[in-house]
């Protein structure tokens, strides 16, 4: 007696081959997450493995890991970067508190995800060379520009260059609400119930006793 027919089977589907954009697009995002669990010491051939692409397919994209750590850099920091913060800073239409606490609040929401701040701390282990570039994207664009409105503030003439003082009393209210992705991010604490109250409260601080720090 012959058996029934067995059905038959499905050919497996084929799997669409990525454009070039897009399988930069896929290495880029993999090496992002990939750097930000692993640290930037982390071997590319473990990237690759985890992106699911062989060695040489990564370095035909990327001819160097310095290439990539470079990419990793524009798309994580200066690919975030806002321009209208700078704006927000020196806008006149609203009082100074106002306009820093909106400031640290959205930036705030950008610096504490993970691979923003884990991926900043293990290149500052390794050889610094990412934080080495943003710090300076903030000293430029974004720090003289609030120690400027500050003293206005205060109604103190301004100066040619902020003083080391006063970019110290800066950096003690920038470096406390970038901790909080540290504490997040790197400790495991949670989150904040109110993440803008607690920067509203930050930046209040910090404009209150700039007076003894921003002397005219």
Known sequence: MKSAASPMTAAPAK???LS???REEQILAGAVAFFAEHGLE???RDLAKAIGITHPLLFHYF???QALIDRVYERVYLGRWKHEWEQ?????SMPFEARLCRFYCDYARMALTRDWVRILLFSGLKDGYIPHRYLGVLRERIFPLIVRETRAYLGFA???EPTDA??????GLHGGIFHLGVRIRVYHEPEPADLDAVVHQRVHAFIVSAGAIFLP
């Open 15 to 17: 799997r669409r081959r």
């Open 20 to 22: 070039t954009q897009e």
């Open 42 to 44: 982390a071997q590319t």
């Open 63 to 65: 001819p160097t890991k």
């Open 88 to 92: 927000w800073v020196v806008d006149p």
């Open 158 to 160: 301004p100066r040619p």
């Open 166 to 171: 006063e970019l110290e009393h800066l950096w």
